[in-house]
């Protein structure tokens, strides 16, 4: 099936490991496999997937480390959620080449180690352009891509998206046992619609610098609003 682009498998009851033949699948742009009992670790083919814009893996038992990204085979990843696993070990510095990602959630998970300080190079968070492969992703049947939806976790609740999934900006790495100061250049990231950094064991300052986001923010309200 070489020329599959929209895989969906999501809020089944699959179990065992996900196959590492993911590198046949050049056109994908879509995987969703989350909300079943996937267990192992996650295939390093993915990162070989050039036309890949939304991976999300939540709600499963896979395991180990986050596979490095080559960001020259994944330029397009837009979305990438892995909450609610039992993935383990630092965050790879490598994610930040991932300059295009509007959805990094990493939550609930056993993670440790400190904010990779590159996190600031998410230049689509910093900046706020928006990608052309956004639009390209909308090339796909209008039912298909309305039948995703990406949950947020903020102020003690879920937020589910759908009709706007695309257009939240979201870093959440909450639920682990990430320690060291939130770095400042976290704060640059003026475009985010949430930032959900709780129950973990920073230690330090909250930087002084996070009133710079605060018009990003307001973002948010936006999106609530069109998603009731």
Not at 33 to 39: K, V
Not at 173 to 185: M, Q, V
Request: a negative charge; charged letters at 20%.
């Amino acid at each position: 099936m070489k020329g599959l682009i929209f895989l969906s498998v999501g809020h089944n009851r699959f179990s065992g490991e996900l196959p590492n033949c993911w590198s046949n699948l050049q056109s994908l742009k879509v995987l969703d496999a989350s909300n079943n009992s996937l267990s192992g670790k996650i295939p390093s083919s993915l990162s070989s997937l050039h036309n890949l814009v939304l991976l999300i893996l939540s709600n499963n038992n896979l395991r180990g480390n986050i596979p490095y990204p080559d960001c020259r085979q994944v330029p397009r990843l837009y979305v990438l959620q892995l909450r609610s696993n039992l993935l383990e070990g630092n965050i790879p510095e490598q994610l930040c080449c991932l300059s295009g990602i509007h959805d990094l959630d990493l939550s609930d998970n056993n993670f440790i180690g400190s904010i990779p300080k590159c996190f600031q190079n998410f230049t689509a968070l910093k900046y706020g352009n928006s990608s052309l492969y956004y639009e390209e992703l909308f090339e796909l049947q209008d039912s298909t891509i309305n039948e995703q939806t990406l949950l947020v976790g903020t102020k003690g609740r879920e937020l589910e998206y759908s009709r706007t999934l695309l257009q939240v900006k979201n870093i959440d790495l909450s639920k682990n046992n990430l320690t060291d100061e939130i770095p400042d250049g976290i704060c640059s990231l003026a475009f985010l619609d949430t930032l959900n950094l709780s129950r973990n064991h920073f230690s330090g300052s909250i930087p002084k610098n996070i009133a710079v986001s605060a018009d990003g923010f307001h973002h948010l309200e936006k999106l609530n609003h069109m998603n009731e």
